[in-house]
């Protein structure tokens, strides 16, 4: 009788195991994206008014950690998410009020980096701005 106990209780304690390591594995192909290939494209304009394209096919679903995992952003992590510093090499100079506007079809995003979705068809941009107003 004590066999079987332990037989049950051995099945039961694997079968919890197997359905850890399953929802477990589910996670992680979630964490990094969607699974589903998008293309993004970003305008990057330059202090001197110059602009450049880069184009990218990535399975996040926001715009901040897409555009870091290919190296196109740095930034800095505050209260409100990533704070983007730098873009396409080139770092703002704080104390001349520069800053990385970003604009979705033209017009400023109303969400950080980090919080906007990728969404075919959305025109992305990352504008050189001087000034605070």
């Not at 190296?71 to 998410?81: D, T």
């Not at 770092?91 to 980090?114: F, H």
Request: proline share 2%.
């Amino acid at each position: 009788m004590q066999n079987r106990s332990f037989s049950t209780r051995a099945a039961a304690l694997l079968l919890a195991l197997m359905m850890c390591v399953t929802v477990f594995a589910g996670c992680a192909q979630k964490e990094g994206g969607s699974g589903e290939k998008k293309t993004v494209t970003v305008t990057v304009t330059h202090k001197d008014g110059s602009t450049k394209d880069f184009t990218y096919e990535t399975t996040e679903e926001m715009l901040g950690p897409a555009l870091e995992s290919e190296k196109l952003i740095e930034g800095e992590e505050g209260q409100y998410g990533l704070f983007v510093k730098t873009v396409d090499g080139y770092t703002v100079d704080e104390s001349n009020q520069e800053w990385w506007c970003l604009t979705v079809d033209g017009e400023t995003a109303m969400t950080g980096i980090d919080s906007t979705p990728i969404e075919e068809g959305k025109k992305y941009g990352l504008v050189l701005t001087v000034g605070y107003d």
